[in-house]
C-alpha cells in the first residue's frame, strides 16, 4: 500500500497547528503516518517564506530529499504551507523538484492532489480562500500536555515587510464553539494548557464575539488549563482584552507584543499604524491591571533606511520595556512586498552590528529580570524529566519561563507546584523546594 505520510514542519506555530490539520484530514482517508522518513510513501514539507533564509534552509533539503527518490522513485515529494504560494512555478515548473505544491487554503484536497502525484501528473493547489477555516476538521495530535489551536487565519495588515498575507490569504475566524468545543475535548484527554493562535489574534470575530470574549469562554472550560495565545498586534489590543486576562487566572499573564522598531519614522514605513508612544501606553496600561504580567516582542534590524539613531531608538524601547523573551531578526526583502520596491540600503554587516547589539541587550535583560526572581515563588506546570537529567524535572511559570527542580517521585506531568527560585541564568530558572498545588487557584491564594 503506497499509504505511509511522513510530515516535516517549518516556521511558525501556525504552521505545527496546519500539519497536524494535514495528518487529520489524511489520515480519515485511510492514510498512516509515519515518524521514519525511510518507510514514507509520501514525503510533505509545510514551509515558511517569511525570511530569505528559511527558504533556503527547504532548498537545501529538497537537496537531500532528492537522494531519497533516487533510490526509491516512486516516492511522492510535496511542499505544504506558505513557500507553496510563493514558488509553485520556481519548485514545479523550473527546478522541477518535487511532485505536489498545495497552500495552507487547500488541505481538504490534498488526498485528491496526492492521487494526482501518484498517477504521474503534478498536484498543484494554490488557490486562497476568503472563508477555509477547517472548523469541522479534528487535527491529529499525540497525546501530550501542550496544544496550538489556529483560531482565525491569514493577515489583513500588510506590514510592507511580510509575506505573510500574500501566503496565508484575508484573515477569517473560527466560531467560538468549535474552538471551545475543541479546548473541552483537549480538557478530557489530559492536556493542561492551550495556546490559542492566529498572525493577530486580536482580530477574531465570531459575530458579536470578539478575541477577549473568546479567551473568556476558553478559560472557562477547564480552570486547571492554561490559556496562552499568540500574536497580538498592538494597534488593536483592547481593554476589555486586557481585563479578560487579569478576571481569569488561567489565562497566563504573557503578552507577544511584537515592537518591531523603536523609531517611529521606521514603524510608519512599515506600516505598523502605532507609535511607540502608543505602544508604551499599552504596556503601561496592562501593566497595571495585570498583576505581574511580562511581554516578548519580535525586532527587526535594518529595514530600509534605518539609521543609527533609529537603531538607538530601538534599544530604547528594550530598555524601557523590559521584556522576557524577544525574537530578532535581520530584515530580509521578499519580492511582492511594499518594502521589496525600497531600497535595502543597510549595509549587510550593518545589519549584523546591530542585531548582535539587539540580542546582547536582551540577554542582559533576560538574565536582570531573572535574577530578580530569585527568592520568589512561582507557579509552574510540570512538564517531565528535564533533557538534561532523571534527576531533575522541568516546567514552566505563567509568564512561560523554563524551572528546573529535583526530581519527587510524587510529581507528574500535569501537576501544577509551588517553585521556589533559587538560581537563574537568562534563559532558565532553578528551583529547590517545591510544593504540589492542588488546583489554579486565584495566584494571590498559591503564592503566599
Ligand atoms: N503575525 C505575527 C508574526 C509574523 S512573522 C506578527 O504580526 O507579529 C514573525 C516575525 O517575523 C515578525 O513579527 C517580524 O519580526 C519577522 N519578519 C517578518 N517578515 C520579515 C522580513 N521580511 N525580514 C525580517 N523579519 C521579518
Ligand atoms: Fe505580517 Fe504584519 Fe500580518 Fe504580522 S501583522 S503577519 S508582521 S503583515
Ligand atoms: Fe512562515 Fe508562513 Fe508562518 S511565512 S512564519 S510559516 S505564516
Redesign the pocket.
Known amino acids: 500500500m503506497d499509504n505511509n505520510i511522513y510530515i516535516e514542519t517549518y516556521g511558525c506555530q501556525m504552521n505545527v497547528a496546519d500539519s497536524e490539520l494535514v495528518m487529520g484530514i489524511l489520515q480519515n482517508k485511510g492514510y498512516n503516518i509515519t515518524g521514519n522518513i525511510k518507510d514514507a510513501d509520501v514525503i510533505l514539507l509545510n514551509t515558511c517564506s517569511?525570511r530569505e533564509n528559511a527558504e533556503q534552509r527547504i532548498y537545501g533539503r529538497l537537496g537531500n530529499l532528492k537522494k531519497i527518490k533516487e533510490i526509491k522513485p516512486a516516492t511522492v515529494i510535496g511542499i505544504l504551507g506558505c513557500m507553496a504560494e510563493r514558488l509553485r512555478k520556481d519548485l514545479i515548473e523550473d527546478k522541477k523538484m518535487v511532485d505536489l505544491v498545495v497552500g495552507p487554503d487547500e488541505y481538504r484536497r490534498l488526498p485528491e492532489f496526492i492521487d494526482t502525484a501518484f498517477a504521474g501528473e503534478k498536484g498543484i493547489g494554490v488557490k486562497l480562500s476568503r472563508t477555509e477555516t477547517y472548523d469541522d476538521i479534528i487535527p491529529f495530535r499525540e497525546d501530550g500536555l501542550s496544544a496550538w489551536i489556529s483560531v482565525m487565519r491569514g493577515?489583513?495588515?500588510?506590514?510592507t515587510?511580510?509575506?505573510?498575507?500574500f501566503t496565508?490569504g484575508r484573515e477569517r475566524s473560527r466560531t467560538l464553539e468549535s474552538v471551545v468545543d475543541e479546548i473541552k475535548i483537549l480538557s478530557q484527554k489530559g492536556f493542561r494548557e492551550v495556546t490559542l493562535l492566529g498572525?493577530?489574534v486580536n482580530s477574531y470575530k465570531d459575530g458579536n464575539n470578539d478575541f477577549a470574549d473568546l479567551l473568556a469562554a476558553s478559560a472557562k472550560v477547564d480552570g486547571h488549563m492554561r490559556i496562552r495565545f499568540t500574536?497580538s498586534?498592538p494597534q488593536d489590543i483592547s481593554d476589555k482584552l486586557i481585563c479578560a486576562i487579569a478576571e481569569h487566572n488561567n489565562i497566563c499573564n504573557y503578552i507577544h507584543l511584537?515592537v518591531?522598531s523603536g523609531s517611529d519614522r521606521i514603524l510608519k514605513l512599515m506600516?505598523?499604524t502605532y507609535t511607540i508612544d502608543h505602544y508604551l501606553k499599552i504596556i503601561e496600561k496592562a501593566r497595571t491591571i495585570i498583576n505581574g504580567v511580562s511581554f516578548s516582542t519580535?525586532i527587526i534590524s535594518g529595514f530600509p533606511t534605518e539609521t543609527f539613531e533609529d537603531h538607538v531608538m530601538t534599544l530604547d524601547v528594550m530598555q524601557q520595556v523590559k521584556y522576557d523573551g524577544a525574537y530578532m531578526f535581520k530584515y530580509s526583502p521578499r519580492e511582492g512586498t511594499k518594502a521589496f520596491k525600497m531600497d535595502d540600503d543597510v549595509p549587510d554587516e550593518t545589519k549584523t552590528k546591530r542585531l548582535n547589539e539587539i540580542i546582547d541587550l536582551q540577554h542582559q535583560i533576560s538574565f536582570e529580570l531573572n535574577q530578580n526572581l530569585i527568592g520568589t515563588k512561582e507557579l509552574v506546570l510540570v512538564e517531565g524529566f528535564s533533557r538534561k537529567s532523571d534527576d531533575f524535572m522541568a516546567g514552566r511559570t505563567d509568564t512561560n519561563k523554563v524551572v528546573i527542580f529535583p526530581a519527587d517521585e510524587k510529581l507528574k506531568r500535569g501537576d501544577y507546584i509551588n517553585a521556589e527560585i533559587i538560581r537563574a541564568t537568562s534563559a532558565t530558572l532553578f528551583a529547590d523546594t517545591v510544593e504540589p498545588v492542588d488546583a489554579v487557584k486565584t495566584k494571590e491564594e498559591i503564592i503566599i
Open positions: 517569511v493577515c489583513d495588515k500588510f506590514c515587510f511580510c509575506v505573510v498575507p496565508r498572525q493577530n500574536t498586534h511584537p518591531q506600516n505598523r519580535d
